[in-house]
């Protein structure tokens, strides 16, 4: 019987190897964009761009629903591996596994992507469990579909002097089912180790962490229940059947200017204005609301990136120097850890892109803006296994500690005072 099931098993593995995927599959292609008539051709397509090349030359992946979309791209000239042959089939495994996790007993929390329900009822439990050093935040506003999103802050009862702030920001993009689980699992390593670990009780003692893990919570849910590659919040928009707003396109720094969309069919349509969504909106409250804001890091996928100040220009910042320190260490402490290379590099040098909350951070609200985009450079892309959660929570933990540790002893320069000449 189980030769026959691996006989048979082989067949099916031989015949997917032999067959190319049917012509209406969805399929993620690794182009390499030559010069700008290809350029212009992907910015006014409807193509679903889902990684660009950090440098000129390097790869972009792009998601083709069917073969017309596929035919298309290539007659451009435009040259393409086929990077993720049956995008569906991968969906589905992931769906399989995350059907298998569920049934897992014990506190396997970790061990697979959580519904925005029950992201809620841990945030519940850490509050009975931690009352020492968890302050559940409630709501910091509503979703354009109603759904409150949820805020919270960790540190301890010492108070020897004011506390600076560090903030993490979730899912802001629907489908980076990772960073909502990392977020949390950075809340989890601080409240497990507040009472035993040296280094968590003295970063306790100095900072108040301040976390929203889903703050998309209606794309989110839409990705887990109906469209799995969705990343923007799910507004109507006026005089277009496409829905939503790319959020991390809505902040008004620089809104509009660059790598963004005016068109509500595009993955990057940045809205009507900025802060035109109510998202965006309680995120900027929720942030200028925090005490003596220290740093703040804005946590995607994928690619393995940190990505420091400017994300809007390629022009460098006025505290490049410092600032590549510091994402320097988060990406040395990552590395330390897992092994696993993550480039640490100004954000436009992945591409430009304005209005998003990193560079709105650091301008705005006046503190270090990060972006870190997670695991991986692309053979799962955003369907990410979640075998992977922990493996990726813990190298950010030390990435995290990294970055705490910086700003514990670094005043970050302010970016938007001009450097004095010497
Ligand atoms: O495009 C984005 O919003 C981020 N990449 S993602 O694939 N997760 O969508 C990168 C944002 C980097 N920051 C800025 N360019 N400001
Ligand atoms: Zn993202």
């Not at 769906?95 to 007993?105: D, G, M």
């Not at 900072?207 to 889903?214: D, G, I, N």
């Not at 950010?396 to 970016?415: C, S």
């Amino acid at each position: 019987m189980q030769l026959r099931q691996s006989i048979l098993l082989a067949a099916v593995s031989l015949l997917s190897v032999t067959h190319a995927a049917p012509v209406s599959t969805e399929q993620v292609l690794r182009c390499t964009i030559t010069d700008a008539a290809q350029q212009a051709y992907l910015e006014s397509s409807d193509l679903d761009i889902w990684s660009h090349g950090i440098s000129a030359n390097s790869p972009t992946d792009i998601r083709v629903k069917n073969a017309a979309e596929r035919s298309a791209l290539l007659a451009t000239g435009i040259s393409c591996e086929t990077f993720i042959e049956d995008l569906a089939a991968l969906i589905s495994e992931e769906q399989v596994e995350n059907r298998l996790a569920a049934r897992q007993t014990g506190d396997s929390y970790f061990s697979n992507y959580q519904s925005y329900a029950a992201i809620r009822s841990k945030i519940q439990s850490w509050k009975s469990t931690y009352p020492d050093y968890f302050t559940d935040l409630g709501s910091i506003g509503k979703s354009i579909e109603g759904r409150d999103i949820p805020a919270f802050k960790i540190t301890n009862n010492k108070s020897t002097g004011p506390k600076k702030s560090i903030y993490f920001n979730g899912l802001i993009h629907a489908r980076e089912w990772i960073s909502g689980s990392t977020t949390m699992y950075q809340a989890h390593k601080l409240l497990t180790l507040a009472s035993t670990d040296a280094q968590v009780k003295s970063l306790l003692d100095q900072f108040e962490f301040y976390v929203t893990p889903v703050s998309n919570p209606d794309g989110y849910e839409f990705s887990r229940t109906s469209d799995r590659m969705w990343r923007k919040n799910r507004r109507v928009n006026r005089s277009s059947s496409c829905k939503g707003v790319d959020l991390n396109r809505n902040f008004d720094e620089h809104w509009g200017v660059a790598g963004t969309s005016s068109s509500p069919c595009q993955e990057n349509y940045r809205g009507t204005a900025a802060f035109s969504e109510p998202e965006t909106q309680a995120i900027k409250n929720f942030v200028l609301s925090l005490p003596n804001r220290a740093g703040g890091i804005d946590i995607h996928s994928y690619g393995q990136l940190v990505l420091r100040p400017w994300g809007w220009t390629a022009t460098p910042s006025s505290g490049e120097a410092q600032y590549k320190r510091l994402g320097d260490s988060v990406q040395a402490a990552i590395r330390a850890q897992s092994g696993v290379s993550y480039q640490s590099i100004p954000g436009a040098d992945l591409y430009p892109a304005s209005g998003a909350t990193d560079d709105w951070m650091t301008a705005k609200a006046k503190m270090a803006g990060f972006t870190i985009e997670l695991r991986d450079e692309g053979r799962y892309g955003f369907v990410l296994p979640a075998n992977q959660i922990v493996p990726t929570g813990e190298e950010i933990w030390a990435g995290v500690k990294a970055f705490a540790e910086y700003l514990a002893a670094n005043e970050m320069p302010d970016l938007t005072i001009p450097p004095r000449k010497l």
